[in-house]
T-cell receptor
Framework: DAEITQSPRHKITETGRQVTLACHQT?????MFWYRQDLGHGLRLIHY???????NKGEVSDGYSVSRSNTEDLPLTLESAASSQTSVYFC??????????????FGPGTRLTVT | AQSVAQPEDQVNVAEGNPLTVKCTYS??????LFWYVQYPNRGLQFLLK??????LVKGSYGFEAEFNKSQTSFHLKKPSALVSDSALYFC????????????FGTGTLLAVQP
């Protein structure tokens, strides 16, 4: 069955270190998204991609970057981790632009703690 | 700009009673609306969506949602709640224009008491 996976599931890192969170989907979806989830804020979009070599900033993109070199993967990099980036990170994907294909499918999440 | 509001942080209901989780939206153009559920320590799971057609949409786990254009609402409902329905529920709307982004509400925690 198609799925979307994230690794690691839990990560503890120190302030100032570079961290990369992996996201891999086997749906063959064009669209991929990274969110962070924090109490009181719901889900906030960090970055997204509509296809290979395409990346776009979301509402909370400062301090984060992504790259899309193939359809399956959208790694999220924290260039210099800060305590404010302690959060749960979710990756999601969706098929495309037609009316029936906007629903997003989510990975299990990565809990990141920055100390 | 598109937006959704979930006015209740938490909804409490007894097992066996009907449940409603509220969602209102603001969009320009035709709304594409979604409900997701999140169980503890899990990712969000798609429940149902409204794109067009019948105002009553049926989804997974016995849930349904009623689209009401005049009230700009898309409330999630279930006739008989189960303890296992206890989870965090998110309403979402497709962002405007030629975009694949979804705008999520802040979530409503549903607690079903035995």
């Amino acid at each position: 069955d198609a799925e979307i996976t994230q690794s690691p599931r839990h990560k503890i890192t120190e302030t100032g270190r570079q961290v990369t969170l992996a996201c891999h989907q086997t749906w063959n979806h064009n669209n991929m998204f990274w969110y962070r989830q924090d109490l009181g804020h719901g889900l906030r979009l960090i970055h997204y991609s509509y296809g290979v070599q395409d990346t776009n900033k979301g509402e909370v993109s400062d301090g984060y970057s992504v790259s899309r070199s193939n359809t399956e993967d959208l790694p999220l990099t924290l260039e210099s981790a800060a305590s404010s980036q302690t959060s749960v990170y979710f990756c999601a994907s969706s098929a495309g632009t037609s009316g029936s294909r906007h629903e997003q499918y989510f990975g299990p999440g990565t809990r990141l703690t920055v100390t | 700009a598109q937006s959704v509001a979930q006015p209740e942080d938490q909804v409490n209901v007894a097992e066996g009673n009907p449940l409603t989780v509220k969602c209102t939206y603001s969009v320009s153009g035709n709304p594409y609306l979604f409900w997701y559920v999140q169980y503890p320590n899990r990712g969000l799971q798609f429940l149902l969506k409204y794109i067009t057609g019948d105002n009553l949409v049926k989804g997974s786990y016995g849930f349904e949602a009623e689209f009401n254009k005049s009230q700009t609402s898309f409330h999630l409902k279930k006739p008989s709640a189960l303890v296992s329905d206890s989870a965090l529920y998110f309403c979402a709307v497709k962002d405007g224009g030629a975009t694949n982004k979804l705008i999520f509400g802040t979530g409503t925690l549903l607690a079903v008491q035995p």
